[in-house]
């Protein structure tokens, strides 16, 4: 999953608390995020003199309107790991809570289905043919070599 994708899914899911969400598809959302509210600083300390202790109104608009598809697109990367997203709320847990959260976030999601949905990459490795051995309707050739 590409960077652009990534961000495309997120805001096109903007409500979707249900399902799963791959690393790749959390992790570049999360680094747009950070990007642009870095940017977005920036701009709000140079137009309306704003420090990097406070936030402006470019800042705070960007955060209500990444709020809600930051939320989902947690619950959905705790589903794929088959945890609930009330596992979010111990991030109100400083810096215990956050690790714990960090570390939920890194691990691997459960292969094949899980209670929340199928594989978002595609299936478990036990449902996947080697290309070589898949059935095939093309018959087999002798070419007489």
């Given at each position: 999953?590409?960077?652009?994708?990534?961000?495309r899914?997120?805001?096109?899911?903007?409500?979707?608390f249900?399902?799963?969400?791959?690393?790749?598809?959390?992790?570049?959302?999360?680094?747009?995020?950070?990007?642009?509210?870095i940017?977005?600083?920036?701009?709000?300390?140079?137009?309306?003199?704003m420090?990097m202790?406070?936030?402006?109104?470019?800042?705070?608009?960007?955060?209500?309107?990444?709020?809600?598809?930051?939320?989902?697109?947690?619950?959905?990367?705790?589903?794929?790991?088959?945890?609930?997203?009330?596992?979010?709320?111990?991030?109100?847990?400083?810096?215990?809570?956050?690790?714990?959260?960090?570390?939920?976030?890194?691990t691997?999601?459960?292969?094949?289905?899980?209670?929340?949905?199928?594989?978002?990459?595609?299936?478990?490795?036990d449902?996947?043919?080697p290309?070589?051995t898949?059935?095939t309707?093309?018959?087999?050739?002798d070419?007489?070599?």
């Amino acid at each position: 999953m590409s960077f652009a994708e990534a961000v495309r899914v997120c805001f096109s899911k903007y409500v979707v608390f249900s399902g799963r969400a791959r690393r790749a598809e959390y992790w570049w959302y999360t680094l747009f995020v950070v990007i642009v509210s870095i940017l977005l600083g920036v701009l709000d300390g140079i137009f309306f003199g704003m420090t990097m202790e406070t936030t402006g109104p470019l800042g705070a608009l960007f955060t209500l309107a990444t709020l809600i598809p930051s939320i989902a697109v947690s619950v959905r990367r705790l589903h794929d790991t088959d945890r609930s997203g009330w596992w979010l709320l111990i991030a109100l847990l400083p810096f215990i809570g956050w690790i714990v959260l960090l570390v939920f976030f890194v691990t691997k999601g459960t292969p094949g289905q899980n209670r929340f949905g199928p594989d978002p990459l595609g299936g478990s490795p036990d449902d996947q043919i080697p290309q070589e051995t898949a059935p095939t309707s093309i018959p087999k050739v002798d070419r007489g070599s």
